[in-house]
Antibody
Framework: QVQLVESGGGVVQPGGSLRLSCAASGFTFSTYGMHWVRQAPGKGLEWVSFIHYDGSVKYCADSVKGRFTISRDNSKNTLYLQMNSLRAEDTAVYYC??????????????WGQGTLVTVSS | DIQMTQSPSSLSAFVGDRVTFTCRASQSVSSSLNWYQQKPGKAPKLLIYAASSLQSGVPSRFSGSGSGTDFTVTISSLQPEDFATYYCQQSYSTPPTFGPGTKVDIK
C-alpha cells in the first residue's frame, strides 16, 4: 500500500532554515508528480509546491517563492522541501501528497501524516 | 488565482440525515474540482475527484455534482464516521486552491 512518511519538522527561529523529507513506498515513486501542502494551526489547506515525476518542472506558491525549494531523489524514493528565510506565518503542518499522475494534475490521492514546523523565537 | 468559497462553514446533523454542502469557484473550473475529508489530527483524504467521481474505497452514500462554478456534495445517510471537515479544491489551474472547509458535526 502507498505510504508517505514526512520528517524534519521542528522549532526554528525566524530567518532560519529547515529541510523536510518525505519517504515514499508502495508505488513507483519515479513516475508520479509530488506536492507539498501545508495547514496552519486551526486553519485550512494551502498548496505549497509541486515537482514533476522526473524533477524537470517545479511550481510553487507565491507565498514561498524565492524561499522554499522542492526537490526529489528518485533513487531514494524521497521528496524534499528546503525552507529558508522562515517566517512566523510559515508555522504549519506540512504534508507531502502524491499526484494521481506524472504531471501537475493537482489531484492529491495519497497524503502523508504530516510534520509540524514551528517558527518562533 | 481562483478563489474557492464553501457554504455553510459548519452544520450540525443527526446520524441518518441527508446532508448537502456546496462549493463555488470565482471563475469556471469546468469539472476540475476535488473534495477531501479531514478528521481532527489526521491528513486529508481524497473523496471525490473530477466533480462527481468517487475515489476508490469511498462509500456510495457520498455523491458529487456540478460543473463550471458551482459544486455540491451530498451524503445520503450520515454515518458516525462522516463527522469531519470537508474541503473542495480546484485542479483547473496553477496554483491549485482550496476552499475554507465545511465542518460537519453531531447534532
Amino acid at each position: 500500500q502507498v505510504q508517505l512518511v514526512e520528517s524534519g519538522g521542528g522549532v526554528v527561529q525566524p530567518g532560519g532554515s529547515l529541510r523536510l523529507s518525505c519517504a515514499a513506498s508502495g508505488f513507483t515513486f519515479s513516475t508520479y508528480g509530488m506536492h507539498w501542502v501545508r495547514q496552519a494551526p486551526g486553519k485550512g489547506l494551502e498548496w505549497v509546491s509541486f515537482i514533476h515525476y522526473d524533477g524537470s518542472v517545479k511550481y510553487c506558491a507565491d507565498s514561498v517563492k524565492g524561499r522554499f525549494t522542492i526537490s526529489r531523489d528518485n533513487s531514494k524514493n524521497t521528496l524534499y522541501l528546503q525552507m529558508n528565510s522562515l517566517r512566523a506565518e510559515d508555522t504549519a503542518v506540512y504534508y507531502c501528497a502524491k499526484d494521481y499522475g506524472s504531471g501537475n494534475y493537482y489531484r492529491f490521492d495519497y497524503w502523508g501524516q504530516g510534520t509540524l514546523v514551528t517558527v518562533s523565537s | 488565482d481562483i478563489q474557492m468559497t464553501q457554504s455553510p462553514s459548519s452544520l450540525s446533523a443527526f446520524v441518518g440525515d441527508r446532508v448537502t454542502f456546496t462549493c463555488r469557484a470565482s471563475q469556471s473550473v469546468s469539472s476540475s474540482l476535488n473534495w477531501y475529508q479531514q478528521k481532527p489530527g489526521k491528513a486529508p483524504k481524497l473523496l471525490i475527484y473530477a466533480a462527481s467521481s468517487l475515489q476508490s474505497g469511498v462509500p456510495s452514500r457520498f455523491s458529487g455534482s456540478g460543473s463550471g462554478t458551482d459544486f455540491t456534495v451530498t451524503i445520503s445517510s450520515l454515518q458516525p464516521e462522516d463527522f469531519a471537515t470537508y474541503y473542495c479544491q480546484q485542479s483547473y489551474s496553477t496554483p491549485p486552491t482550496f476552499g475554507p472547509g465545511t465542518k460537519v458535526d453531531i447534532k
